[in-house]
């Protein structure tokens, strides 16, 4: 039959073609492209290339009709659809009898399963029934400096569970496909353990696979983008008019995608009133805790700032410290904790950490501490205090502290406007560039006040010139 389709090309003159077994196909169907070599010697093979929309599967060699040394001469390369649309098969070179043939483009059309079973009453369709990528926000609004959570996750249908096989993919793998301009993305977990949930009445079991923190950057509408899932799903060859499931010829795994609809997120704005360091939305709570209960002068006083909530902690700012005018501050160190994923918005803890030194003892009070932020359930601005930290130091004074303290500041402003590391140790290097102050100094007071070598003039007598040659006759002549 095939050989009897392109016996009218023959005629023609017409040497190489290729052709597929239908211009429209559904993802869950495999195109099978071939070429057929129909007259000349074959000098090069043809060259299936890479399609757009579709995914290379098995290659076979020439299948020779009519005998081994007769025309015509088939090449085969199926496909797999990736997504549905319009796809163009280009045009692929053939060596015939030293020269470089070419088939004609093809059009082949990949259309859904229901679009393609319209018409045809009990007819199923797999990947719309039995599975589902969904991805979905724990909101569609989020003002701007909070945070929401997105989820992607897969339902298959009960029936199908053992049907169905996920390659192993890492969080890397959804954050080069979740990147969008004007949102940050942290990752909170991958996990793989599956939980029943129904859809449509139908039951069924979500697999979890991704879930990450979204942090807008911008206002207005944000669209993230689509996902398509690479999974194989099991398949099984038809033998005669009817399936005969065997595990040993007739079942194979077959490459397909699931695409996701990436979901829209709505940025508001914040009202124009607006506190000092009021950048962060979220319901939080305030509190401190001191190392220990008394300290000695000198000694290094830990204090921690905690704040713990739902919203957006991760971007909690410094809070506002009062520190007394005799203790020695240092810039606080910050971590960060989520205490609840599953929740939305995500509840976390930041947690900055001061180190201070008193020069005196006495009784003293830190702060008051301050934190400004927005409710997003309030719709208002809202503060968190801390009036006063009572701290209790004891020992004698030490006010050299407050003078190396000065000296170190005035270094260490020095480097950082210089672009260069902050050293650790200051007093050490503090002494070494003022003893190659004081060195350059010296050499240039020794080098400005040095005396150099004294010399006499040279007198010459116009009338006698020759009686001056000579440095025996010059040293007369000034005598």
């Excluded at 029934?129 to 701007?144: A, N, P, T």
């Amino acid at each position: 039959m095939l050989c009897l389709m392109i016996l009218p090309l023959v005629l023609k003159g017409q040497k190489v073609r290729s052709f597929v077994q239908t211009s429209q196909i559904s993802p869950e169907e495999k195109l099978v492209l071939k070429v057929a070599i129909l007259d000349g010697t074959i000098t090069q093979a043809p060259a299936f290339p890479q399609i757009e929309g579709l995914q290379k599967g098995a290659h076979r060699q020439p299948i020779i009709a009519r005998g081994a040394s007769q025309q015509p001469v088939f090449y085969q390369q199926i496909y797999y659809p990736a997504q549905t649309g319009t796809v163009t098969v280009p045009a692929i070179p053939v060596g015939i009898d030293g020269q470089i043939e070419q088939t004609e483009p093809l059009i082949v059309h990949i259309i859904s399963s229901d679009e393609k079973g319209a018409g045809q009453p009990g007819r199923l369709t797999p990947a719309a029934l039995d599975y589902k990528l969904e991805m979905e926000l724990d909101s569609s609004q989020v003002y701007q400096g909070g945070a929401v959570s997105l989820n992607i996750a897969l339902w298959v249908r009960y029936r199908d569970r053992n049907n169905l096989r996920l390659p192993e993919l890492d969080t890397n793998w959804f954050k080069e496909r979740l990147k969008t301009a004007g949102v940050s993305l942290d990752t909170l977990s991958l996990n793989r353990v599956p939980f029943r949930a129904s859809r449509n009445r139908r039951a069924g079991i979500v697999y979890p696979l991704f879930r990450a923190v979204i942090f807008p950057l911008d206002t207005g509408s944000i669209s993230l983008p689509d996902i398509s899932l690479p999974i194989y799903r099991l398949h099984f060859r038809p033998v005669g008019n009817a399936e005969k499931v065997s595990r040993a010829r007739n079942v194979y795994w077959r490459p397909a995608f699931l695409k996701g609809q990436g979901p829209a997120l709505q940025v508001i704005p914040l009202p124009e009133k607006r506190f000092t360091h009021a950048k962060v939305v979220g319901d939080f709570q305030l509190s401190f805790a001191l190392s220990k209960k008394y300290y000695s002068t000198g000694e290094t006083i830990g204090l921690e700032v905690e704040v713990e909530g739902k919203g957006n902690p991760a971007a909690v700012p410094q809070p506002d410290l009062g520190v007394p005018a005799n203790f020695l501050f240092y810039d606080p160190k910050s971590e960060f904790t989520y205490l609840d994923t599953s929740a939305a918005p995500v509840y976390g803890r930041k947690v900055f950490k001061y180190q201070l030194v008193s020069a005196y003892p006495g009784t003293f009070s830190l702060g008051p501490v301050v934190l400004h932020f927005f409710h997003p359930e309030k719709n208002t601005y809202d503060s968190l205090l801390i009036p006063r930290i009572p701290v209790e130091v004891v020992g004698n004074p030490i006010p050299q502290l407050l003078e190396v303290n000065a000296l170190d500041n005035f270094y260490r402003n020095a480097w950082k406007n210089s672009s260069q590391e902050v050293p650790e140790t200051w007093p050490f290097q503090g002494w070494v560039l003022l003893f190659l102050s004081v060195l350059a100094t010296g050499l240039v007071i020794f080098a400005l006040t040095r005396r150099s070598p004294r010399f006499k003039p040279t007198l010459v007598d116009r009338k006698r010139p020759h009686q001056l040659r000579g440095r025996n006759n010059v040293e007369k002549l000034l005598d």
